[in-house]
């Protein structure tokens, strides 16, 4: 029943927008996210008392999954808010934690993550963003990107660094910028899906009250570090509903499509590399969803949160190439969703840590931390 009203809000609510999103992309953004807020479909991980649905990891995998499936790809279509919401509504200000977690369920607002820097990427010990406290208040001076919701976001969990250059990790906090705050500048890049709102932002003696420290100074990155190995299991999820959808509509189209008097789908070229790809797709797919069950038991899943995030990718995106490659010349054409998904999908290989990145936590977790240090060069 929870997966069907999913489903439903893709089938009755998003898809049928698909030619007004071309037209007006921000304003289906929005009108989607109000409507999932309404639906309760963003608050689904965040507790109950914070006013969320509290619901489990393997329900918002299954949320994940179904909305994935839309047409209009994960650029528009929203999705519960990421448990990096949670560390907010736990250890943020009462009164900050008040007056944004209503706006963040209902789709009234949205807030991004800004954690990833120019020059440094993952590396947080390079993050070069300060926030130099200052009376009541923290003063702000850095820049921050590529980041998403350039221009819808109203705000952003920002890792800034609040202990002396050399700290590493334990000098990085966690705080929420307002993005109409003097001094926040915004810039847009144009991304290969172009409905994706992606560019960077910067910080010019931005100065935020002191409630607006989320946590204690110096356990920023632990906090987000925290929600991260939840989010590289559930992040697939939503890949898999889409290749899984053009998956099904190709191997429809393959049965329908008659060549030389036959069904495309009964010459080999075109069958075997479908079930190649459904076979692959499904096997991922019960690998992820066991990952989301003990992740519900079990804390410890970094090895095999990065195990599903990179090869569930990768897969995702090799069915996507096979159902363009059948639908011959349309697949490779806006008529229908594939070439879309497929480029949505190719930026998992780079959001939220890059493949090579997942590579790198899987050959800790595999090898030891001495290994994984030299790999870094830190010894």
Same mark, same amino acid.
Request: charge should be positive; proline fraction near 4%.
């Given at each position: 029943?929870?997966?069907?009203s999913?489903?439903?809000?893709?089938t009755?609510?998003?898809?049928p927008l698909?030619f007004?999103?071309k037209?007006? @992309? !921000?304003?289906?953004r929005?009108k989607l996210?109000?409507e999932?807020?309404r639906?309760?479909?963003m608050g689904i991980a965040i507790?109950?008392?914070?006013?969320g *649905?509290?619901?489990?990891v393997l329900?918002?995998?299954?949320a994940k999954e179904?909305l994935g499936?839309s047409k209009?790809?994960?650029t528009?279509?929203?999705? @519960?808010?990421l448990?990096?919401?949670?560390?907010?509504a736990?250890y943020g200000n009462? !009164?900050v934690?008040?007056?944004w977690?209503?706006?963040?369920?209902s789709?009234?607002?949205q807030?991004?993550i800004?954690?990833t820097?120019?020059?440094s990427g993952?590396d947080?010990?390079?993050?070069?963003?300060t !926030?130099v &406290?200052k009376?009541?208040?923290?003063?702000?001076?850095?820049?921050?990107g590529p +980041?998403?919701g +350039?221009?819808? !976001?109203?705000a952003?969990?920002i890792?800034?660094?609040?202990g002396?250059?050399?700290?590493?990790?334990k000098g990085v906090s966690m705080f929420?910028?307002e993005t109409?705050? @003097?001094?926040?500048e915004?810039?847009?890049? &144009?991304?290969?899906?172009?409905?994706?709102?992606?560019g960077?932002i910067?910080?010019?003696?931005v100065?935020i009250p002191?409630?607006n420290l989320?946590g204690?100074?110096?356990?920023?990155f632990?906090?987000?570090?925290?929600?991260?190995? +939840?989010?590289?299991?559930l992040?697939?999820?939503?890949?898999?509903?889409g290749a899984?959808?053009s998956?099904?509509e190709?191997?429809e189209?393959?049965k329908s499509?008659?060549?030389?008097k036959? @069904?495309?789908a009964?010459?080999?070229?075109v069958?075997f590399?479908? +079930?190649?790809?459904?076979t692959?797709?499904?096997?991922v797919?019960?690998y992820?969803?066991?990952v989301?069950?003990?992740a519900e038991?079990?804390k410890?899943v970094? &090895?095999?949160a990065?195990?599903a995030?990179?090869i569930v990718?990768?897969t995702?995106?090799?069915?996507?190439?096979?159902c363009? *490659?059948?639908?011959?010349?349309?697949g490779?054409?806006?008529?229908?969703p594939?070439e879309?998904?497929?480029?949505?999908?190719?930026s998992?290989?780079?959001?939220?840590g890059t493949?090579?990145i *997942?590579?790198?936590v899987?050959g800790?977790e595999?090898?030891?931390?001495e290994?994984y240090d030299?790999?870094?060069g830190?010894?």
């Open positions: 029943m929870f997966r069907k999913i489903r439903d809000f893709v009755q609510v998003a898809d698909y007004e999103a037209k007006n @992309p !921000a304003g289906v929005k996210w109000l999932a807020g639906r309760g479909i507790p109950e008392k914070y006013g *649905q509290g619901g489990s329900m918002q995998g299954i179904e499936r209009l790809v994960a528009l279509v929203p999705a @519960p808010l448990t990096i919401y949670e560390r907010f736990e009462e !009164a934690v008040k007056k977690m209503p706006k963040f369920m789709g009234e607002a807030c991004g800004g954690s820097e120019p020059q993952s947080i010990s390079g993050f070069v963003t !926030a &406290k009376g009541k208040s923290y003063i702000l001076n850095g820049e921050k +980041v998403s +350039v221009q819808s !976001a109203e952003y969990f890792l800034a660094r609040t002396p250059a050399g700290s590493g990790a929420l910028v109409g705050r @003097p001094g926040v915004l810039s847009n890049f &144009k991304a290969m899906e172009e409905t994706w709102e992606l960077g910067k910080l010019d003696n100065e002191e409630e989320i204690q100074e110096g356990r920023g632990y906090q987000m570090m925290g929600s991260l190995d +939840v989010e590289r299991i992040l697939p999820m939503g890949y898999i509903g899984m959808e998956l099904e190709s191997i189209y393959a499509r008659v060549v030389w036959r @069904p495309i009964s010459f080999e070229g069958m590399p479908l +079930v190649e790809a459904v692959r797709l499904e096997t797919r019960c992820a969803y066991d989301m069950r003990t038991t079990d410890n970094t &090895k095999y990065s195990m995030r990179w990718t990768r995702a995106l090799d069915a996507l190439d096979t363009i *490659q059948v639908n011959g010349a349309q490779y054409t806006d008529q229908v594939h879309r998904r497929y480029r949505w999908v190719r998992g290989l780079i959001g939220h493949q090579e *997942q590579k790198l899987i800790r595999i090898f030891g931390k290994i030299l790999a870094l830190r010894k």
